[in-house]
């Protein structure tokens, strides 16, 4: 089996909401990626329990959730962020170190960017825009 996790502290719907108690977390099979189950508590569950029960009732993977566009801002990105961390690629939240594959050594380069971007509302006030990026790379 393997298990994702997210809290709702890490969704900017909950925190404008001031609600941020709680998590979702999805269970699925290690072999075919098919979700088994999925935990939630926290605001308006009981909303999003309906894209949980129609992964469960179709077959999905967690893959398939992944792959599937949230609205921004909204709870169910919570959802989606969890399913992201079954994978390890969360976005908001702390992802679990996975053990990299024996010979294999993983190499981390995070590099800034910096651009002139054209719209000036979207610049630091040097006038740049950042972009952060991260490479892995496998040896």
């Not at 909950?14 to 290690?30: N, Q």
């Not at 075919?32 to 077959?59: F, K, Q, W």
């Not at 994978?87 to 590099?111: M, V």
């Not at 651009?115 to 892995?136: E, I, Q």
């Amino acid at each position: 089996m393997k298990t994702g996790s997210s809290p709702f502290a890490a969704n900017g719907r909950a925190r404008a909401m001031e609600s941020i108690t709680g998590m979702i977390k999805i269970i699925s099979d290690a072999k075919t990626d098919r979700v088994l189950g999925v935990h939630m508590i926290g605001p308006y569950v009981s909303e999003l329990v309906t894209e949980a029960v129609t992964a469960m009732e179709y077959g999905a993977t967690t893959e398939d959730i992944q792959l599937t566009m949230h609205a921004h801002p909204t709870l169910s990105e919570t959802f989606h962020e969890a399913a992201l961390a079954v994978d390890g690629h969360a976005i908001h939240s702390a992802n679990k170190r996975k053990p990299a594959a024996p010979g294999l050594e993983l190499r981390l380069f995070t590099s800034v960017i910096l651009s002139v971007a054209k719209n000036p509302a979207h610049t630091h006030r040097w006038g740049f825009a950042a972009l952060r990026m991260t490479v892995c790379l496998f040896e």
